[in-house]
């Protein structure tokens, strides 16, 4: 833990500094998971707040899933055990019922079990991803829906076309860059790297007896081979982001990656998100980032790592070229003092947040508060990615208020180009994860909330 004495709480620092303009064989150690500590989770809030918009809403979904209870849900999620009963007879039962829990009206948010016996709920006929119970509540959200109606088609297709990457079926293209390094700034350049090499694996990914399957399931007519691609292109974006993104982090904050016996990244606050579907080759393309690497061990650390995703707190020097991944469960603050500060685990040389969210709830604040404190003043290169710019300025002005010293923030430019419908509320504008960046080193951040905001307000 940080010595007491630095933990200065909430100082707003004085002048301003400008943020700088960045030009932009996987090991997994099946070791089992530490035991699960209490700490307020982000799923968890989530979850539950699903109810705020749509009341009800996440027991629809329980009911639908064949689930009786939230912690049913959350074992599932986590990849644990099914329990009995959990399960569906085929694929076409399966995807009905995933289809069933976004059922709701999307202006008067109306359940099924809500409407009279002369009303059923129909979707939109252009997007297929919102509800209405009737036409009058459709010309009545329409001026909302029409600006987000054509992203929410992508989302349903995205949304289906996703289960070819937890069957297993997708599997990530990868492979040496045959570009230099350097000038792979952003996803146009990598899609081109790729070129006509990538375009033919999907190719062949479209014809496969998966892809196939998938839309002989789901009882809606299967789009357009463009269409489908766009959508494959879009998941390995989706994937590939967080492995990119720390390499923008490892390369705007100039780390080593050559120190001999290899560098270290902990991901902390990390959820089923980074850790349930994530296989081994989800990190070549880092690798890839950086030729003639000594090797890289990435450390998931947070509350909702995925059951069975691999722990090593071995400091053994790394085969170069390799990359190790493994998780940690618990709060950061707890894995440092136990893990790093007794030299089970290495010192990060670089600590990555996706999607903290600490901006959002003063639970989750309280929660994160140890860790950006221990952050900053034990100096250590950070990164931070959130959802959209409301996040940007709110999460700044946070970091502000602790005095960490911003070094860089800005758009993303390996961004997910998936995009996210907000649940229970599917009219408000998509987001994309990791949209944005925040990296700060150390304290003495010098900016004040007023020129902060000026300076985000007109523009990044």
């Given at each position: 833990m940080a010595p007491r004495s630095r933990r200065r709480r909430h100082r707003k620092p004085p002048s301003s500094v400008a943020p700088i303009i960045m030009t932009p064989t996987t090991i997994v150690t099946p070791v089992p998971l530490t035991p699960s500590k209490p700490g307020p989770s982000i799923d968890t809030l989530?979850?539950?707040?699903?109810?705020?918009?749509v009341p009800g809403l996440s027991q629809l979904i329980l009911q639908k899933l064949n689930m009786k209870s939230y912690e049913e849900y959350k074992l599932v999620v986590d990849g644990g055990t099914p329990v009995s009963g959990f399960g569906f007879r085929c694929p076409q039962e399966m995807f009905q019922r995933m289809e069933d829990t976004f059922r709701f009206c999307a202006h008067c948010r109306v359940l099924?079990?809500?409407l009279s016996d002369s009303k059923v709920l129909r979707h939109c006929k252009r997007c297929r991803n919102v509800y209405y119970c009737g036409s009058e509540c459709q010309r009545s959200d329409w001026p909302a829906?029409?600006?987000?109606?054509?992203?929410?088609?992508?989302?349903?297709?995205d949304r289906l076309m996703e289960w070819l990457l937890v069957t297993g079926d997708f599997v990530l293209p990868s492979g040496p860059w045959p570009w230099p390094p350097e000038a792979v700034q952003d996803w146009d350049s990598w899609f081109s790297m790729k070129g006509l090499h990538l375009d033919a694996t999907l190719d062949a990914m479209l014809v496969s007896h998966a892809v196939t399957t998938l839309w002989a399931s789901v009882g809606r007519p299967r789009p357009d081979p463009d269409v489908l691609q766009g959508s494959l292109k879009r998941l390995l974006t989706d994937v590939l982001s967080r492995p990119l993104t720390l390499g923008l982090g490892l390369r705007a904050l100039e780390i080593d990656v050559r120190r001999i016996g290899g560098s270290t990244v902990h991901v902390v606050g990390a959820s089923h998100v980074e850790t349930f579907l994530t296989r081994p080759g989800d990190y070549d393309e880092l690798g890839h980032m950086f030729p003639g690497h000594l090797g890289l061990r990435v450390?998931?650390?947070?509350?909702?790592v995925a059951n069975g995703f691999s722990q090593s707190t071995s400091t053994s020097p790394l085969k170069p070229g390799t990359i190790q991944l493994s998780a940690h469960r618990g709060l950061y603050h707890d894995f440092w003092e136990e893990?790093?500060?007794?030299?089970?685990?290495?010192?990060?040389d670089l600590v990555?947040?996706?999607?903290?969210?600490?901006?959002?709830?003063?639970?989750?604040m309280e929660a994160w508060l140890p860790t950006l404190l221990l952050l900053r003043d034990y100096k250590i290169p950070t990164l931070i990615t959130v959802y959209s710019h409301q996040e940007l300025v709110s999460s700044l002005q946070i970091l502000v208020e602790l005095d960490t010293h911003?070094?860089?923030?800005?758009?993303n430019p390996f961004m997910s180009l998936k995009p996210e419908q907000v649940y229970s509320n599917p009219n408000k504008q998509p987001v994309y994860c990791s949209a944005y960046y925040i990296m700060f080193l150390g304290s003495s951040c010098q900016l004040n909330n007023s020129q902060l905001e000026e300076k985000v307000d007109g523009g990044i």
């Open positions: 989530g979850f539950f707040s699903l109810d705020d918009n099924p079990s809500g829906h029409r600006r987000v109606c054509q992203e929410l088609r992508l989302v349903a297709v450390v998931m650390v947070g509350v909702d893990q790093v500060e007794t030299g089970q685990t290495d010192h990060p990555a947040a996706f999607h903290p969210g600490f901006h959002s709830s003063p639970d989750l911003i070094t860089a923030y800005g758009a």
